[in-house]
């Protein structure tokens, strides 16, 4: 068949990278399809149907190989003569498969390691003798069947990449995935291009379709509710479903009362274009009432989770739907622990934080294999207006998690407007483009100050402002003093409850871009 398109499977062994493979593939214009760790010959063959598989990738994962909770790959996948790469367990669970040895590591390795390359060959070809990879591991192979030989090593680790003689199966200990991996971005080329032997025939265009196509035949194409923030993903969401369904589509957006200054004038601006049903729901009093007194984040989450659903439910009825789209990514998932085996950092109000019974037929959610990067060429791609393209993300519960400990209303505005000040100056300095996100985060407290020769005890506000690609990292800003002074001068003038400013000098890992 001649328009089937060149396509490369990733295992799924639960590791924090493993989308960012799938990513990295399709930057460069090839598709590429994440699926279970445990596939079989009989499942792939299924897939060739549809795609030109030309490759398989093995992701990392957090389990050991000879853990109780192993992950195993189908052997028989071997039997084929797919080119195959292991990355980090993915590398270890192939170096079992074929009856390497592979054990606990007498120095584990996290972080920048430095490799040493032994045979540039093959994915390793065209590199130097020695290269800066990322790496994260505490097992480690120690030798492998006569029929493999060793790619590269480092002091602490003695294969750390291996070839078959003979065959394509290749294993790289570290993530080429991983942007601190130097040449990580050459690596993955070497296997797609020169080892697979893709074509580079895929484009985003090809995505918008499959979406539509997606959304109409999930939501069965009957009547349905989409959950819109005005956020990025739920409009470029709103849009695809706008163009599968058309008028069956109502899109509700829900004013919780934590959303930033202007923010549903903008929104309103913007979809009462659209031809969709577009409804405004004023639910600030009911939002407030359910988190009074509150103060664990987790429990703040799950509540304005469960409310959000609520809405939503009420609307349906009243539209008579059946269906709720929501425009969860990929990071929204995996920061939830809902991919199988990764751990719950925080649960996003649209994926960890929905109630359990939920009166909806299905949850569908087009958009949750991409990046937020990718959402935003959608958007682009769909003519989206441009400040809606550019603006910086906002997560689902809004202001309510940036305001720490017990959500009052006098702490909400003080938020709210300290967080209007960020924009306005991080806006006139010409920093917005190179920023992630910048904003305002009010403390739980408080502390002495002085205004007009008076003492004053007010509360302390932190501006967090960061820099970073996916929002899976990200590196605080080193914003100029200048621009700093000008925003804490503003913040303590204008809102007389505040007497300190303190900037957030975090970057994430360790910290989480939100406070909560
Ligand atoms: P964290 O704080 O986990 O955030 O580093 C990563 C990115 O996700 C956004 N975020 C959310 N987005 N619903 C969303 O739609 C949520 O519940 C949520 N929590 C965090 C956050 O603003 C950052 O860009």
């Known amino acids: 068949m001649q328009n089937k398109i060149d396509t490369i499977l990733v295992l799924n062994f639960g590791g924090q990278y493993c989308h960012l493979i799938s990513r990295r593939i399709r930057e460069r214009n090839v598709y590429s399809e994440i699926v279970p760790h445990d596939i079989s010959p009989k499942e792939i063959e299924a897939l060739k149907e549809k795609f030109n598989v030309k490759g398989i990738i093995l992701s990392g994962g957090p389990a050991s190989v000879y853990g109780q909770n192993t992950l195993k790959i189908d052997p028989r996948i071997l039997e084929d003569d797919m080119p195959i790469m292991g990355l980090c367990y993915g590398h270890q ?7 390497g040895k592979v054990e606990s590591a007498a120095y584990k390795e996290f972080g920048i390691a430095q490799v040493i390359i032994d045979k540039p060959v093959g994915v390793l070809e065209g590199l130097s003798g020695k290269e800066k990879v990322w790496m994260s591991h505490s097992d480690t192979v120690y030798s492998l069947p006569d029929d493999f030989e060793v790619l590269a090593h480092t002091n602490n680790c003695p294969i750390a990449a291996f070839r078959h003689k003979h065959r394509n199966i290749y294993g790289l200990q570290w993530h080429p995935e991983v942007i601190h991996t130097e040449n990580g971005a050459k690596m993955l080329h070497n296997f797609i291009f020169n080892v697979c032997k893709c074509d580079a025939n895929w484009q985003m265009e090809d995505i918008v379709e499959k979406i539509v196509q997606e959304i109409k035949t999930k939501a069965d194409n009957e009547k349905t509710i989409i959950g819109l923030s005005g956020g990025i993903d739920s409009s470029v969401a709103t849009a695809l479903a706008a163009r599968a369904l058309n008028e ?32 405004i729901i004023q639910a600030k009093e009911r939002f407030i009432k359910k988190l009074e007194g509150i103060t664990e984040p987790e429990h703040k989450r799950k509540i304005i ?3 959000f659903i609520r809405v939503f439910e009420e609307e349906a009825i009243k539209a008579d739907a059946q269906y709720l789209i929501q425009g969860t990514i990929y990071p929204d998932i995996i920061e939830s622990g809902a991919s199988k085996n990764s751990a719950n950092i925080k649960s996003h109000h649209n994926v960890g934080g929905l109630p359990e019974k939920i009166k909806f037929k299905k949850i569908i959610e087009p958009l949750r294999e991409l990046y937020k990067d990718e959402v935003r060429k959608i958007a682009k791609m769909l003519n989206l207006p441009n400040e809606l393209v550019n603006r910086q993300p906002f997560p689902g519960p809004g202001l309510a998690v940036r305001t720490i400990g017990p959500i009052t209303e006098e702490k909400i505005r003080t938020v709210k407007h300290s967080d209007k000040i960020v924009r306005e100056e991080i806006e006139n300095a010409g920093l917005a483009e190179t920023l992630w996100q910048y904003f305002t985060v009010i403390t739980d407290t408080k502390a002495t100050g002085v205004k007009g020769d008076a003492r004053a005890y007010g509360y302390v506000v932190a501006i967090r402002a960061v820099e970073s690609r996916e929002a899976m990292t990200a590196s605080f800003a080193k914003i100029p003093y200048e621009v700093l002074e000008k925003i804490s001068t503003r913040i303590t003038n204008e809102i007389p409850e505040v007497t300190h400013v303190v900037y957030d000098i975090t970057h994430k890992p360790p910290a989480t871009i939100e406070w909560e």
Request: hydrophobic residues 45%; proline residues 0%.
């Open 93 to 99: 669970i192939l170096a079992q498969v074929v009856k």
């Open 248 to 279: 069956k589509l109502t899109a509700v957006y829900v004013d919780h009362g934590f959303m930033r200054e202007g923010e549903t004038e903008a929104i309103q601006e913007t979809f009462s274009k659209f031809k969709i049903n577009f409804i």
């Open 305 to 307: 989770g469960e409310e």
